[in-house]
């Protein structure tokens, strides 16, 4: 497989992440009421998201409000909503970075400036995965913990929504399709980086001696 089609192959799975990410932040299922208690009949279900709050009835129904206040949020939701706003405009610049760099362009003319934009692509979808990594992994310890805290009523225990596993699965994306447009990159780089350079063959002239015009 060329440099070239990789680095496409990275550009695709930067964007399946950045969208990925987009999906999760607007998901309200980043954590769900858990139902642990034995004869229970269950009404309705509770989803919780960064934006606003869903109760599902039993019957299909579904009701979903919108927080009120911001202040008032917990600092989970805070961040969460902050870093995942970030990681949307970074993974659009990080389109566009890269685009304006790929082989398959020529927005830029090829070379050592043409390879460093694409390395400053594919680092950018790297900072991506990392940044929403970190809202993921804190409402997963925050569930996992209130989950086995025997303080916590069973009526206020939550599980790891859908949200989460499509965030997980956009950030491997981010981070896999940043590896691959760097490395591409960087050998690219590695291989023009040393031209070969070719010199015309010596011809002696008739009287057994090499024209001076060849050492020129």
């Known amino acids: 497989m060329t440099s070239a089609a990789v680095e496409i192959l ?21 954590q769900v009421s858990a139902f642990i208690d034995v004869n229970i009949v269950v009404a309705q279900t509770i989803w919780e998201g960064l934006w ?3 109760v599902v009835q039993s019957t299909g129904q579904m009701q979903c409000k919108v927080y ?20 949307a405009l970074l993974g659009l610049v990080a389109l566009m970075v890269t685009v304006v760099g790929a082989q ?31 809202p993921l992994c ?4 925050i569930v996992i ?24 699965a956009a950030t491997a994306l981010l981070l896999f399709g940043g590896c691959l447009i760097c490395c591409c990159s960087c050998s690219q780089r590695d291989d023009t980086s040393f031209p070969v350079k070719y010199s015309a063959p010596r011809r002696p002239t008739s009287n057994g001696e090499y024209d001076k015009k060849n050492y020129v």
Request: charged residues 10%; hydrophobic residues 50%.
């Open 10 to 30: 990275g550009l695709g799975l930067g964007i399946l992440g950045w969208v990925g990410v987009i999906l999760a932040c607007g998901l309200p299922m980043w």
């Open 138 to 141: 804190w409402f997963a310890n």
């Open 145 to 168: 913990s209130d989950f086995y805290d025997p303080t916590v009523p069973s009526s206020q225990k939550r599980e790891m929504g859908a949200a989460l596993y499509i965030g997980w």
């Open 104 to 134: 398959c362009t020529n927005c830029i003319r090829p070379g050592k400036m043409k390879s460093r934009i694409v390395i400053a692509g594919g680092a950018i979808y790297i900072l991506c995965g990392v940044l929403v990594l970190i």
């Open 52 to 54: 606003m709050n869903c």
């Open 68 to 87: 009120d206040s911001i202040l008032a949020l917990p600092p989970e939701v805070q961040a969460g909503r902050a870093l995942t706003v970030i990681v």
